[in-house]
């Protein structure tokens, strides 16, 4: 049995398991909150929040209010100064770092049986994946397994931050079939420096002409290494056999990198499509012509929360993996069956592994049902808002508005000399400045602002590279380099 066929064999309990939930998707739901909160009743949270009294989905809102990870924060470091018992029973084996969009820093406690939700979800994932797209399974799969700039580090207590890899979400029962297929092998991800790292991961990627499916986060992640090829064509070559150099020659002779000469096989890449990625995960389109996009589901840190399924626009929840509860503009708490199309809503998780009621920040809107569950995209960040003199701009809005611009770009307010804001662009853009400024007036507060004179005009600023530059920046810092999403919106 070869690694594709072991992941296979071990995703079809939970594929059944995660298929059974989206025809009672009610049931399922509150069979895990039971399953979860008896599990942890008699830690210091549960037994301040009456655990052992709940039964239904009524008492459990009722006994728990919905948190911020500041609210969060007391409890989980006392975890990572290695006291027992607080969130959850289960100890946690490692924390893992938030790859948030605003700011990271934020420790999340990974415990088996938060792990264990993971792969309830990506298995069954990677099961209607290779049903739908069969071409995955011909030939080598690169995972982002990012970089390990960061030196490694201890809690307080003494528990690692970070997981060893992205494989651990699988489980350790699966991490030989896991790197049996991989066309980077993971000792690549020891490798500190950047620029190394790039280097080693270009020169085996290129290597493989059988590499088949390609799963990351970020599309910038993908298309930041593929840019550096042609310049690092001769560093690359020096590594590689005769065959794939010929490859690698030919790929790089005309005016732009042509991918479909090294990578013929590629069938599928795996990447987030929506919010702020959307225009880069155009771009990677048309640099892999030859490859099929697969919009990534809403993975995060935290928790699995949505997993695409079928071939229909939008992911369903994780109905196996996590409560997740979803937040209207009233306050009104509802579960995914219970969605109508159109509906935004901010995301709340419940996990395994210690998260109980927590806004995850996130915002979703419902594009469709599978039966009776909603289908849902990401649309940005519901927390972040930008007020310098009352406009109110939120990241899903300005996401938005800036869509349309051939290249990357984000709005950065700027409170000198008279506030303003500031509009980065990765390259030329024409003249984009009226046609965002009117986009912008949908918003009624900016348009006050502007009319009134509070805010001055739009200013224009080309910053060429100026996300692969971010990108780089904050991996040197300790950011994982797949994780790091280009933000619209952005304080500062």
Known sequence: MNGWDTLLAAARAPSAALTA?????????????????????????????????????????????????????????????????????????????????????????????????????????LADLARRRPGILAGRAYVSISPATRQPRRTSGGLPIGLASEAAYLGADLAEALQSILAVPPEVAAIAAVDDWRLATLAHLVERDDLSFVSIWSPTFLL??????????????????????RRLAAAVRGPVLDTTVLWPRLDTISCWTDGGSAVFARRLAAAFPQAWLEPKGLL??????????????????????????????????????????????????TTAGGLYRYDLGDQVRCVGHAGTVARLVFEGRAALVCVMVG?????????QVLAGLPVAAAMVPAPAPRPHYELWLDGPAGEPCPRIEAGLRANPHYAYARDLGQLGPLVAVVEPSFVSRRAVDQATA?????DIKHAPLRRA
């Open 21 to 125: 939930a989206l025809a009672a998707p009610e049931q399922a739901q509150r069979a895990l909150l039971l399953d979860i909160v008896r599990s942890n009743a008699d830690t210091e949270f549960g037994r301040r929040h009456g655990f052992a009294a709940i039964r239904t989905l009524q008492d459990y809102r009722a006994a728990v209010p919905i948190r911020d990870y500041e609210a969060v924060r007391p409890w989980i470091e006392r975890m990572a100064a290695a006291e027992p018992n607080l969130l959850v029973a289960d100890p946690p084996v490692a924390f893992e770092e938030t790859g948030g969009t605003v700011s990271g820093g934020k420790l999340i406690p990974c415990t088996k049986a938060g792990l264990h939700g993971f792969r309830a979800a990506v298995l069954p994932w």
């Open 224 to 245: 930041d290494l593929v840019d550096t090829l042609p310049e690092l064509a001769g560093a690359v070559s020096r590594r590689l056999g005769r065959e794939a150099q």
């Open 478 to 482: 300790g950011r994982r380099l797949g």
């Open 300 to 349: 995060a840190t935290e928790a699995a929360v949505t997993l695409p399924w079928g071939s229909a626009a939008g992911a369903v929840p994780a109905l196996t993996s996590t409560l997740v509860e979803f937040i209207d503009d009233a306050g009104e708490s509802w579960l995914g069956h219970e969605l109508h199309q159109g509906a935004r809503t901010r995301v709340i998780v």
């Open 391 to 399: 406009e109110k701009l939120d990241e899903d809005f300005v996401a």
